[in-house]
């Protein structure tokens, strides 16, 4: 079992940055990818980025060059980040992390909301 806690999410003015977090514990020597995905309301959920285990990452097209993602490693778990620059109003939406290991697993959401 993979146990995942989000956090990061919030009220961001245009323009403005937010980094989201997503720490996995229990069996994460079997995860081998992690990443981020957006559901706006009305609208179905989307990739946002993602990264393998070897770092290997990909990007949403609407992302490309304002999100990164990133992991960092201990022992007993994996944490992925999503760090968000030059947020648009279009960016808001409720976030979700997943982790892909031997079958997949979703965190709680966290809401990203931009807005002046």
């Known amino acids: 079992q993979v146990q995942l806690v989000e956090s990061g999410g919030g009220l961001v003015q245009p323009g403005g940055s937010l980094r989201l977090s997503c720490t996995a514990s229990?069996?994460?020597?079997?995860?081998?990818?992690m990443g981020w995905y957006r559901q706006a309301p009305g609208e179905q959920r989307e990739m946002v980025a993602q990264?393998?285990?070897?770092?290997?990452?990909?990007?949403a097209d609407s992302v490309k060059g304002r999100f990164t993602i990133s992991r960092d490693n201990t022992e007993n778990t994996k944490t992925v980040y999503l760090q968000m620059n030059s947020l648009k109003p279009e960016d808001t939406a409720v976030y979700y992390c997943?982790?892909?290991?031997?079958?997949?697993?979703w965190g709680q959401g966290t809401q990203v909301t931009v807005s002046s």
């Open positions: 229990g069996r994460v020597f079997t995860i081998y990818a």
């Open positions: 990264i393998t285990t070897g770092g290997s990452a990909n990007y």
């Open positions: 997943k982790v892909n290991h031997l079958g997949a697993t």
